[in-house]
C-alpha cells in the first residue's frame, strides 16, 4: 500500500511538473513568436525574406515539371527540343544574373540617396519598398529556376512530357519577368528621389497616427486606481521603447486575476530600473512582465505617432541647412504635417480590441508640433517665405485639429516662431509683414 502511494505520489508530481513546463514553454514560445513576427516586419529583414521565399519557389517549381512525366501517359504530350529549352534557360539566367547585380546596386544607391538627401532614418522605409523586394526576389529567383531546370535537363531528369512542361513554365517566367521589369523601371524613376522618400515616410506616420487617433489607449480600457502595495515592473535594459505587448499582458491580467497600469508609451528612452508598470496586487512573478516591453536601439513608427514627426522634421531641417539651402522643401514638409495632423481621422470601421485590465499613460499629444515645428522655426527664422508658411500651417493646425493640447501647442509655437524670426530677419519691412500675417491668422502678437 506504501509503494503505492510512493509511485501514485510520483506519477501525479511528475504530470504536475509536466504541464507547469508546457505552460511555462507555451508562454516564452507565445513571446519569442511576438518579437520573431516584428523582427519579421522590419523593413531591412523583409529584403532577404522575399528572395530567400522565391528562391526554395524556383527549386520546386523546376522540378513540378517531372510530376507530370510521372502522372501523365509517356509521351502525351508535345515534344519540344532540347536545343530550345536549353536557349531559353540559358538566355534567362545569364540575363537575371546582370538584371540582379544591377538592381542591387541601384537600390544601394537609393538607400544612400535617401540617407544623405532626406535622413537616415528614412533608410528602413525606403528599404521596405514593396516594387523593389519583388522585383529582387523574381529576379533572384528567376535566376535559380533557369540554373536548376538547365541542370536538370542535362541530367535527362525530364521526359517529353516534363520537357513541355518545362517550356510553358519556363514561358510564363519570361512574361511575369517582362511585366516586372517595367515596374522595376518605373519604380527606378522614383526610389531614393526626396518626393518618393517624403512620401514614405508620409504614410507610416499617417499609419501610427491613425492607429493613435483610432485607439489612443492602445486597447486599454480599464479606469481602476493602482493601490498602494502594487508591484513595481522594472526595465532591465536600456533602449527605446518602440512596442508594448498588451495582448500577452492582458492574457497574464487575466490569468493572475491583476490589474495593470502602464507606465510608459512607445518612444521614451528606456533605462534600468526605470518603472514600465505597476500591478496592483502581484506576487514576484509581476517581474516578469518587463518581457513584455521591447526595447531597441532606435525608434519605430507603428506605436509610437511622435517618431513621424521627428523624421520629417530632420529632412526639413536638412533642406534647410547652408550647404543644402533649399526652403521648398521645409515648406513641403510643414504642409505634409499639417495635413497628417488635419486629415487623419479615426477608423471607424476597424475592429478595436479591448483590454479591460490594462491601463495606460496618456499620450502628451503637443509634442507632435514641438517636435515637428520647434527645430524649423530655429533654422529658418531668418527666411521669410519659411516663417509665412509656417504661420499659415499653424493656424490651420490651431483652428481645426481634434486634440485641446494640439492646438494649443500650435498657437504656443506660432508665438514662439515669430518671436525667433524677428530677431533674425534682418529687414524691417520683413518682420512687419510677418507680423501682419501673424496677427491676421491669430488675432494677436504674443
Known amino acids: 500500500m506504501g509503494t503505492q502511494f510512493v509511485l501514485h505520489y510520483g506519477v501525479c508530481n511528475y504530470a504536475a511538473v509536466f504541464v507547469y513546463e508546457r505552460a511555462v514553454n507555451r508562454k516564452e514560445l507565445k513571446k ?70 544591377f538592381s542591387l546596386s541601384i537600390m544601394v544607391s537609393a538607400f544612400s540617396s535617401a540617407a544623405s538627401g532626406a535622413t537616415p532614418r528614412a533608410t528602413e522605409l525606403v528599404m521596405g519598398d514593396n516594387n523593389t523586394r519583388i522585383a529582387i526576389a523574381s529576379f533572384i529567383s528567376a535566376f535559380i529556376y533557369a540554373i536548376v531546370a538547365r541542370t536538370a535537363l542535362g ?29 522595376w523601371v518605373h519604380t527606378l524613376s522614383q526610389l531614393g528621389r526626396m518626393g518618393n522618400t517624403l512620401n514614405k515616410i508620409h504614410a507610416a506616420a499617417e499609419n501610427s497616427l491613425l492607429n493613435y487617433r483610432t485607439q489612443p489607449n492602445m486597447g486599454a480600457t480599464w479606469h481602476g486606481n493602482i493601490g498602494q502595495k502594487s508591484v513595481m515592473v522594472e526595465a532591465q535594459s536600456s533602449g527605446y521603447l518602440t512596442h508594448i505587448d498588451m495582448a500577452t499582458l492582458q492574457s497574464k491580467a487575466e490569468a493572475q486575476d491583476w490589474h495593470i497600469y502602464i507606465a510608459v508609451r512607445p518612444g521614451e528612452l528606456i533605462m534600468p530600473g526605470t518603472v514600465l508598470a505597476m500591478v496592483d496586487k502581484g506576487g514576484e512573478e509581476a517581474a516578469d512582465l518587463h518581457n513584455c516591453f521591447v526595447l531597441e536601439v532606435e525608434r519605430n513608427y507603428a506605436q509610437d505617432p511622435s517618431w513621424g514627426f521627428i523624421v520629417m522634421s530632420e529632412a526639413a531641417q536638412r533642406a ?21 495632423l488635419v486629415d487623419t481621422k479615426p477608423d471607424e470601421e ?21 517636435d515637428g515645428f520647434a527645430p524649423l522655426a530655429r533654422d529658418g527664422a531668418g527666411i521669410l517665405e519659411v516663417g509665412l508658411v509656417m504661420q499659415k500651417v499653424l493656424a490651420g493646425i490651431w483652428k481645426s485639429v481634434p486634440e485641446t493640447e ?41
Open 32 to 101: 519569442m513568436m511576438y518579437r520573431w513576427l516584428l523582427a519579421f516586419k522590419k523593413p531591412s529583414n523583409k529584403l532577404w525574406i522575399n528572395p530567400t521565399l522565391g528562391a526554395l519557389f524556383a527549386v520546386l517549381f523546376a522540378f513540378m515539371a517531372r510530376l507530370f512525366n510521372i502522372y501523365l501517359p509517356e509521351d502525351i504530350l508535345p515534344k519540344i527540343e532540347l536545343s530550345t529549352l536549353e536557349g531559353l534557360l540559358d538566355v534567362i539566367a545569364s540575363s537575371m544574373l546582370a538584371v540582379s547585380t
Open 155 to 183: 541530367m535527362e531528369f525530364y521526359g517529353q512530357n516534363g520537357r513541355f512542361v518545362l517550356f510553358v513554365s519556363t514561358i510564363l517566367v519570361l512574361v511575369y519577368l517582362i511585366v516586372t521589369l517595367i515596374r
Open 320 to 340: 534647410l541647412s547652408p550647404a543644402v539651402n533649399d526652403p521648398g522643401t521645409a515648406i513641403n514638409v510643414m504642409t505634409r504635417m499639417m495635413r497628417l
Open 350 to 370: 476597424e475592429n478595436k480590441k479591448s483590454y479591460d485590465r490594462l491601463a495606460i499613460k496618456p499620450l502628451d499629444c503637443g509634442d507632435w508640433v514641438r
Open 406 to 446: 494640439v492646438s494649443r501647442a500650435a498657437k504656443e509655437m506660432s508665438a514662439l516662431a515669430f518671436k525667433r524670426a524677428e530677431q533674425e530677419l534682418g529687414f524691417a519691412p520683413d518682420v512687419d509683414t510677418l507680423r501682419q500675417k501673424h496677427k491676421a491668422l491669430f488675432g494677436s502678437v504674443s
